[in-house]
């Protein structure tokens, strides 16, 4: 199943829209079954997501990819839109953990190839593997380097 990355402000208005489950964790956080999206209105793109459960809460800097990352289309396995119940590309929210190398922004990096893919409708969430994963990477740059083009030169 296709998926369209949109983002919809609307989900995080009310305390009660922010939560969700996740029953299989994320990759490395298994017993963490239980997630809320928090923001701030000068944050955004960025969303906390804070996981709890059996153990200490767990923070990760989210984004919905939805015009952020052109060209960016996740394709799920069957099973994956199965498993979540997704009737409807609609009913899927796509969230991506974002990587901050030495704490600095301009080295900010998205994971595109394991997106946490939310219900809507079930608020039940998983992190799943796309199918189309060979399209992209697992350290998108989020920022450009200016210097990118440089050393690509160089380097050639």
Not at 50 to 60: D, R, Y
Not at 100 to 120: C, D, F, K, S, Y
Not at 132 to 139: E, K
């Amino acid at each position: 199943m296709k998926i369209q990355p949109e983002m919809y402000p609307t989900d995080l208005e009310s305390p009660a829209a922010n939560g969700f489950l996740l029953p299989h964790g994320l990759i490395g956080f298994a017993r963490h079954t239980q997630a809320a999206l928090h923001y701030q209105p000068d944050h955004l793109p960025f969303l906390w997501l804070k996981l709890h459960g059996a153990e200490p809460p767990v923070h990760f800097v989210v984004i919905e990819p939805g015009g952020i990352i052109p060209g960016y289309e996740p394709e799920l396995f069957a099973d994956d839109a199965f498993a979540l119940d997704l009737a409807n590309p609609a009913d899927a929210m796509v969230l991506n953990i974002v990587t901050l190398r030495h704490q600095n922004p301009l080295e900010a990096t998205v994971n595109l190839i394991g997106p946490i893919i939310v219900n809507r409708r079930l608020r039940v969430g998983r992190q799943i593997v796309i199918s189309n994963y060979s399209r992209y990477s697992a350290h998108h740059a989020l920022v450009e380097s200016p210097l990118a083009p440089v050393a690509r030169a160089y380097s050639a």
